[in-house]
């Protein structure tokens, strides 16, 4: 087991760096090496696996993908943390901390950079609950040569990455997700077990992200657009919420082209509807 990934540690970590927790940068740091272990495991690394982390905080994550993959690429954006980083992860040197947002940063580049050699990349990541979402669809626009994701996360935040249709956790995200990868939810990790405690539980998830995708918009930035607008007002019908942003007429005509009800709700359609729907408009809006 780690010997970074328990309470003791962290508080050591903390008090002996008079390190101060920022609520900012979403820093919760994790107590329980049964989940770091829980997550690790999940990635299935191996020496020939390069991994991405975001956010490795005082490095208790980073430790585990040190021991098991070939190299760890970790971006960081608190520079107060590299003495206890350092002092950390002495006992290894198959990593790199960018200190700097992940939101930012020219990732292809890094890839290119410190990660060409490496068949596998992956992302194994405790990301901060402030900027999960942005982080992920950012990640996912990409096209980044990463083959699988594994993050903790706010467990809302997971249901909806998950959300099937009708229920109430399918929205833009769960599209977004469905059509770039397989996504499964691996374990559910309760509030207690961070430092500071957050005020939500959180969930691990599994990202696989497919070679070839089982089927492709012609433009995704206009299937973008359009998943967003779908559930723009969740309680109105698909027809209101997309003529509030294209032609109502050009709306009509494609939701009769494609037989789909101008009633229904968005929750209520699968991704290939939505697909359908982004092609149309890329094939007939001016």
């Not at 979403?26 to 049964?34: C, R």
């Not at 990790?189 to 918009?217: C, H, K, M, W």
Request: with cysteine; charged share 25%.
């Amino acid at each position: 087991m780690p010997k970074i990934g328990n309470i003791g540690f962290v508080q050591k970590s903390i008090k002996d760096n008079q390190f101060k927790i920022k609520k900012k940068f979403g820093q919760n740091f994790l107590t329980d090496s049964t989940y770091l272990k829980k997550i690790v495991d999940s990635a299935e690394l191996d020496k020939n696996t390069a991994v991405i982390e975001i956010g490795p905080g005082l490095g208790a994550l980073t430790e585990l993908l040190c021991e098991q993959a070939g190299f760890v690429l970790a971006y960081e954006i608190d520079e107060e943390l590299i003495p206890i980083l350092n002092q950390n992860l002495k006992d290894y040197t198959n990593y790199k901390i960018i200190f700097e947002d992940i939101l930012k940063a020219n990732i292809l580049n890094d890839i290119e950079l410190y990660l060409k050699e490496y068949s596998n990349i992956y992302v194994v990541a405790n990301l901060p609950y402030y900027i999960t979402t942005p982080i992920l669809l950012g990640l996912l626009s990409k096209n980044l040569p990463v083959k699988r994701y594994v993050m903790m996360m706010q467990l809302e935040v997971a249901n909806r990455i998950c959300g099937k249709p009708d229920t109430k956790d399918y929205n833009a995200l769960s599209i977004w997700v469905e059509y770039k990868a397989k996504p499964t939810k691996v374990c559910k990790v309760p509030r207690t077990v961070f430092i500071p405690a957050p005020n939500v539980d959180s969930a691990v998830v599994r990202l696989d992200v497919y070679d070839e995708l089982p089927i492709q918009a012609i433009d995704e930035e206009v299937f973008s657009k359009l998943i967003r607008q779908c559930f723009v007002q969740r309680r109105k019908t698909l027809y209101n919420n997309l003529s509030l942003a294209y032609d109502k007429d050009c709306i009509h005509k494609m939701l009769d082209c494609l037989s789909i009800s101008p009633s229904v709700r968005a929750e209520g359609l699968p991704l290939e509807d939505f697909v359908r729907m982004s092609d149309y408009l890329t094939q007939n809006q001016k």
